[in-house]
Structure formats: structure tokens, C-alpha cells
């Protein structure tokens, strides 16, 4: 049991800095470090060029070949800020509080940051704090929000938004002005309605008459008698204030053939057979045909669209003579060019 309580205290850490070490706490080297010169990088101290050159992390520079003993400036003097040592020395990595005096802010709205000794002998934080005027919080806005993104400091902008089935009316954004003030007054958030919706020709309105419908709201419609309802039975009041797509109502129509006989839901039948000579919109009529060099049949078909049944182009009607007198070679009755 000893030994391994023995092993958990002593070797775990070992080897937990053997696999981690010191260089994974230490950021990578940024390209961009403003205002600060990096020294030679490197991953041990044979990397560093003289002896008294150590291998450390320098901050944004990452592992570099820093003077561990060298200092940076004390005392330090910043305008509008008090500075005082995290520690007893100011030498490579210690640290200093600035904490900038009321009324004063630092660029990024706060009013204290600590400030490292870099490999370069200079101060991590080096023009703290200015007179940054920060707004009060921007006014509220009924049935809406406000979409903030950091500190309300001179030039942030705030953007409002309205709840879903509201209509913003007035301005989006408002900025921060320099004297405090915000640029732009809050808008208001109107309530959506939607108008009474729209007519369908040959339907009808399955609603109370109302002068405005709220957002979501849902309508049905009904085709008259003999109509066929073409889309969505209903309709939506959407957030825009306009009605979501209704349905037509789609008349039947009339087979305007009269001397010939038809394929209709399956069956050859006379077109003074099908019921009132009308078929259902999107019904299928197939036409028979005459192919005149083979002698034969075959059928072609047309579908009813809103009361139009077109004949197709090779259908030819019979005159009354051909009806009357020569019915056995009328188009229907001759054999099915499949058959020959
Ligand atoms: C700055 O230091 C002075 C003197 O030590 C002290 O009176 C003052 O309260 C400090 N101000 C801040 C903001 O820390
Ligand atoms: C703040 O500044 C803006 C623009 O410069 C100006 O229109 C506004 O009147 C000022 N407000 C106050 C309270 O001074
Ligand atoms: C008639 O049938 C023949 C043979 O099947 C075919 O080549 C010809 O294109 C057809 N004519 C018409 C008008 O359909």
C-alpha cells in the first residue's frame, strides 16, 4: 500500500511535468505584439546565444532568451494612475498594479490591470488611462431588447430589436456620444396585425370578419360546390404582416368533343357520357387518334387545368356524316396501332 501512495506523491507530478513542462503554459510567440521587442526564441537555454541568457516565457513573445536578473523602470510614473509592485523587486516577470484614478479609464473600459516587466526592460502596460466617457445604460424599449457588445464607452453602438410580431419604428442603432449622451432616441415597437385576408375566386371565407388579425392567426378558406381547392386550405398571419399563400379554387372542365368516344378514369367511354361533359381540374382525358399511313389508333392525353381541357393536336373531330354513317371506322373503333 506504501508504495503506492509513494508513487501517486512522487512520480505522478514528474511525470505530469514531463509530458506538460513549462513550454505548454507558455503562449506561442504573436506576431503581433505592438510596442514590444521580442528577443531571440527558443525552447532551452542552449538555444540562447550567451550564458547569462536563460530560456523563459516573455509573455505574448513566448519562450525567448531573456536576462533574468534585468530590470525594468521604477518607480514608474503614469498620468491619471496610481502604480504600486505586486512584489518587493521590479526585475524580469514581476508584476505592477495600475489602477487609474476616478474618472479614468482605460481604453477597454477598466480601471485597474496588471502590468508585467518584459524581456525588453519595459512596463507590459504602458498608456493606461485617459478620461473615457462611458454612457449610461441606453433607454429600454417596450415589447423589444437591445443588443449591447462590450463596455458603453465613447463610439460603442447598441442595436435595438423588436420581439417577434413587432415593427420596429424609428431608428436601429444608437452610439455613445463623447458627452454621455446617446446619439439616437429609442424606437418604439409596434404591434403587427395583418389586414383582413385576401378574397379567393370561388372560395369562401371560413372566418369572422375581423378589420385586423394578429400575428399567427390562421384563416381556412372552402371552394364552392364543383371547385377544386388548388394549395393550402388555410392561411397564416405571418410576422411581416402579410398572409401566407392561399389556395386557388380551380374550375372543372367542359370536354368540348362531341362525336367521339374517350378514355376518362379508366374507361373508353362517349363523351355525351361523362356526367354533365365536365371533368374535375387535374383530371386526365386521353384523346383516340388516327396514325393515317398505318391505319391504326393510339391515344394522346390532355389534362383539365382551371377549366381548360385542350384537345391534343392530332385529335380530329368526325363531321356528322362520319358519326351517322361510317361509325365502325370512327378513330375509336379501329385497332390500337399496339395491336398491329
Ligand atoms: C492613489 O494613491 C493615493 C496615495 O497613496 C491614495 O490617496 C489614493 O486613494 C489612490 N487612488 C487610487 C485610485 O487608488
Ligand atoms: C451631446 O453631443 C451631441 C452631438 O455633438 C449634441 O447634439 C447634444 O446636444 C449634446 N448633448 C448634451 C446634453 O450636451
Ligand atoms: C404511324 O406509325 C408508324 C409506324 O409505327 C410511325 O413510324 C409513324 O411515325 C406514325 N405516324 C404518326 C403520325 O404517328
Redesign the pocket.
Known amino acids: 500500500m506504501a508504495w503506492k501512495i509513494c508513487f501517486i506523491i512522487v512520480f505522478i507530478p514528474i511525470i505530469l511535468h514531463c509530458v506538460f513542462g513549462d513550454h505548454d503554459l507558455c503562449p506561442s510567440r504573436k506576431k503581433t505584439s505592438i510596442g514590444y521587442t521580442c528577443q531571440k526564441a527558443c525552447t532551452k537555454d542552449q538555444d540562447c546565444p550567451k550564458k547569462k541568457l536563460k530560456c523563459f516565457c516573455d509573455g505574448d513573445c513566448g519562450m525567448s532568451c531573456v536576462t533574468p536578473r534585468s530590470s525594468c523602470p521604477w518607480p514608474v510614473i503614469h498620468e491619471n494612475a496610481n502604480i504600486s509592485l505586486k512584489q518587493e523587486t521590479w526585475n524580469f516577470g514581476d508584476q505592477i498594479i495600475v489602477r487609474c484614478h476616478p474618472g479614468f479609464k482605460m481604453a477597454n473600459g477598466q480601471e485597474m490591470a496588471q502590468s508585467r516587466c518584459q524581456g525588453d526592460k519595459k512596463w507590459s502596460v504602458t498608456a493606461p488611462c485617459d478620461v473615457v466617457s462611458t454612457c449610461d445604460e441606453p433607454p429600454t424599449i417596450e415589447n423589444g431588447y437591445l443588443v449591447k457588445n462590450g463596455h458603453l464607452i465613447k463610439g460603442a453602438l447598441v442595436q435595438f430589436k423588436c420581439s417577434p410580431g413587432y415593427r420596429l419604428e424609428g431608428p436601429v442603432y444608437t452610439e455613445c456620444?463623447?458627452?454621455k449622451?446617446w446619439?439616437n432616441s429609442a424606437p418604439s415597437c409596434k404591434k403587427i396585425f395583418c389586414p383582413p385576408p385576401p378574397e379567393i375566386k370561388e372560395g369562401i371565407l371560413v372566418a369572422v370578419k375581423k378589420t385586423e388579425y394578429e400575428v399567427s392567426e390562421v384563416i381556412y378558406y372552402m371552394c364552392k360546390r364543383n371547385f377544386f381547392m388548388d394549395g393550402s386550405h388555410s392561411v397564416t398571419c405571418m410576422t411581416n404582416g402579410q398572409w401566407s399563400d392561399g389556395p386557388y379554387c380551380r374550375e372543372r372542365c367542359k370536354v368540348t368533343v362531341q362525336r367521339s368516344q374517350v378514355i376518362y378514369r379508366g374507361q373508353k367511354v362517349w363523351v355525351t357520357e361523362i356526367d354533365e361533359g365536365l371533368v374535375h381540374h387535374s383530371e386526365n382525358v386521353a384523346f383516340f387518334c388516327r396514325n393515317k399511313t398505318q391505319a391504326c389508333s393510339y391515344t394522346a392525353s390532355s389534362q383539365c387545368f382551371d377549366g381548360v381541357l385542350k384537345h391534343p393536336e392530332c385529335y380530329e373531330e368526325p363531321t356528322w356524316v362520319q358519326y351517322t354513317f361510317f361509325s365502325k371506322n370512327l378513330v375509336s373503333k379501329i385497332s390500337s396501332c399496339q395491336e398491329i
Request: hydrophobic share 20%; glycine share 0%.
Open positions: 456620444l463623447e458627452n449622451t446619439s
